[in-house]
Every structure is written in structure tokens, then in C-alpha cells.
């Protein structure tokens, strides 16, 4: 029998699903962020629906309750996120990094590039 928690779950992921197909229509997402994110997303409605047959397969974890295991794998997901994150902010700070130095020196290429910079 699904519960209301579990119902709620449910119909969380389906909001997400469509929150994510509608990023995908503005351009904010890629098609493999897409897939990950309806990935992600379906993976979550089928733990849901198939957590009551997962009790034997806890028991030889040593783990107590399917609650746990989605709260063990929900913080494994946020610290790869958050690693991922991490990266992704790395190379945007070189690329902006990059980027302004470009912009900076630019005035001096050109002086160097005009007539003004030599004496003859």
C-alpha cells in the first residue's frame, strides 16, 4: 500500500520532471542534462514504488529501514553535486579570469600596434 509521504514523493518527481523539460525548452539545459535529470528523477519514482520490496536486500547491508538508505544515497548524490559544482566554478573563475586579462590588455596591444608607439 503507498502511503501519503510516499505519494507526495511521487508527485514531487513528476514536478520535477516537468520543471526540467521546461528548462530544456528555455535553453537552459542541455539534452545530456536532460537525460541526467529525468535519470535522476526516475530513478527516484522507482525507489519509491519499489522501496517495500527492498527490506530483504537491507537486512544484508545492515541497514535498519529503507529510509535510510535513500538518506545514505541522497548524501553520497549531494556531495557528488556539490564536487561537480565545485568544478564547474574552478573553470568558470579561469575562463572569467582569462577573460579580463584579455580585456585589460587589449588597450596596450593596440598602443603597441599604432603609430604613435615608435619613434622614427
Given amino acids: 500500500m503507498i502511503e501519503t509521504f510516499e505519494i507526495m514523493s511521487i508527485l514531487f518527481f513528476i514536478l520535477m520532471i516537468y520543471l ?3 528548462a530544456y525548452r528555455r535553453g537552459q539545459f542541455t539534452k ?3 537525460i541526467f535529470w529525468y535519470g535522476v528523477w ?3 519514482i522507482v525507489a519509491i514504488i519499489i522501496s517495500n520490496k527492498l527490506n530483504k536486500f537491507l537486512i544484508s547491508l545492515n541497514i535498519a529501514r529503507v529510509f535510510d538508505l535513500y538518506a545514505l544515497l541522497g548524501f553520497i548524490f549531494l556531495l557528488f553535486m556539490v564536487f ?3 568544478r564547474v566554478v574552478k573553470n568558470n573563475e579561469k575562463r572569467l579570469e ?3 586579462r584579455e580585456i585589460a590588455l587589449k588597450p596596450l596591444k ?3 600596434n599604432s603609430n604613435f608607439s615608435r619613434l622614427d
Fill in 32 to 34: 545530456i542534462h536532460l
Fill in 98 to 100: 582569462n577573460l579580463t
Fill in 110 to 112: 593596440n598602443y603597441e
Fill in 20 to 22: 526540467t523539460f521546461l
Fill in 84 to 86: 561537480h559544482l565545485f
Fill in 42 to 44: 526516475i530513478i527516484g
